[in-house]
Each structure stands twice: as structure tokens, then as C-alpha cells.
């Protein structure tokens, strides 16, 4: 199973807006709407912060939101702080069952 | 406060065995899968598989990757989950996470987490001779 596909790095500066997408295919994000999206700092674990596409856990922060279009599922962070330099990964169900996550977005807070 | 707290890792040889433990707290540990995921060193996150609890009968999934090496456990009474990971290949060699699972689907195997909320700070395995 592929990994989804993610850009490698977004940047932008405090205050402003970026999204990042995920895409995948008919066989998996284009299929349900159990898509997550995951914050990594380095050296630490993952951290959910969007399940179901687009709810948001008890906890974080509304500048976090998500959403989905086809095949492509995408997260954006509003607000831009120097907090939310991380790494992204987007994660989601495949047709087969098997959990498929995304190549990994390196967010850059300028 | 939710915690996942891994062990067991360390160095052990192509071919041999090691099992990792979860110890887990602040949650009711029956109510909820436990999943294993891990990362290689500078990679992305990989899904190693999950363990359903005992209401959804306590079965298990597992990536391709790991089917038939890996075996996935779980202790309720201690809130513990395990993975004992067998016929260890260099390419298993990753930093493995103890996470929980959230929410229900039903797919044609059976129940599935929708999610995967908790995380753990992983437990470092590698394998090499």
C-alpha cells in the first residue's frame, strides 16, 4: 500500500493561514471519512489533532481544522504560531484495512 | 491524565525474538483497541497493527508487513497490551509507539478504530547483528 501524498514543507509566517493536503485515492481517503491528521514535534510522540476528517479532539485548538474533497483530504492551521513547527502526517484507512499514513509535511514557521 | 508508557525495547539479533509491554493509565484500558505503530529512524510513521478489546473479541490485525511474526496481546486485568515480535529482520528496526484507539466501524473483518488518540513515547528496537 502507498503512502498518501503530502508536500514535503509549507511555511508561512506568524499570524498567517496554510494549508496542507493529503491526497490519496479512491481506495482510501476517497472512500470513508476516517481520515486523522497528526502533529509531531521532534523527539516526541504523535499528537491527533483532527479525526473524522474534520472534528477536533477535546483539547486542541481551533486554528486547526480539516476537511476533504475526493481524494484529497486537507489541513489548515489558522493563526500560524511558532508552536505549531512540527512535523504533519496525515493517516486513513485503506479499502484492504490496512492504516496508510502520508509522506509527511515539515511545517515552517518563518 | 492518559499515559502510555512502553518497554522492553533494545538491540537483539536478525531472527530472534523480543516482546514489548504497554503499561497503561488513566482510561478504562478495556473499553478501548491498543494499536502498535513505529518509525525508522528519520522516516514516516508505519502501522504495525491492532488489538481489539474483549467486547469486539479481543482479535487481532495486523500490517502485511508484520503477519505472522508479529503477535498482539493484551492483559485487561493489569491494563498491559504486548507485542511479541518474532523472526526480527533488520528493516524492523524503528522506534515503536503503544497507542489508543477510539471510536467504532464495522468493516468486513470486524471492528475498527476510527482513530488513534493516545500516544505513547515509544519504545527503541533494534535489530542487527
Known amino acids: 500500500q502507498s503512502a498518501l501524498t503530502q508536500p514535503a514543507s509549507v511555511s508561512g509566517s506568524p499570524g498567517q493561514s496554510i494549508t496542507i493536503s493529503c491526497t490519496g485515492t479512491s481506495s482510501d481517503v476517497g472512500t470513508h471519512n476516517y481520515v486523522s491528521w497528526y502533529q509531531q514535534h521532534p523527539g516526541k510522540g504523535p499528537k491527533l489533532i483532527i479525526l473524522d476528517v474534520r472534528n477536533r479532539p477535546s483539547g486542541v485548538s481551533n486554528r486547526f481544522s480539516g476537511s476533504k474533497s475526493g481524494n484529497t483530504a486537507s489541513l489548515t492551521i489558522s493563526g500560524l504560531q511558532a508552536e505549531d513547527e512540527a512535523d504533519y502526517f496525515c493517516g486513513s484507512y485503506t479499502a484492504s484495512s490496512s492504516y496508510v499514513f502520508g509522506t509527511g509535511t515539515k511545517v515552517t514557521v518563518l | 491524565e492518559v499515559q502510555l508508557v512502553e518497554s522492553g525495547g533494545g538491540l537483539v539479533q536478525p531472527g530472534r525474538s523480543l516482546r514489548l509491554s504497554c503499561t497503561a493509565s488513566g482510561f478504562t484500558f478495556g473499553d478501548h483497541a491498543m494499536s502498535w505503530f513505529r518509525q525508522a529512524p528519520g522516516k514516516g510513521l508505519e502501522w504495525v497493527g491492532f488489538?481489539?478489546?474483549?467486547?469486539?473479541?479481543?482479535?487481532?490485525e495486523y500490517a502485511a508487513s508484520v503477519k505472522g511474526r508479529f503477535i498482539m496481546s493484551r492483559l485487561d486485568s493489569k491494563s498491559i497490551a504486548y507485542l511479541q515480535m518474532n523472526s526480527l529482520k533488520t528493516e524492523d528496526t524503528a522506534l515503536y509507539y503503544c497507542v489508543r484507539g477510539g471510536g467504532v466501524h464495522k468493516r468486513y473483518s470486524g471492528s475498527y478504530p476510527n482513530w488513534y488518540d493516545r500516544w505513547g513515547q515509544g519504545a527503541l528496537v533494534t535489530v542487527s547483528s
Open positions: 488489538i481489539r478489546n474483549e467486547f469486539y473479541g479481543g482479535t487481532a
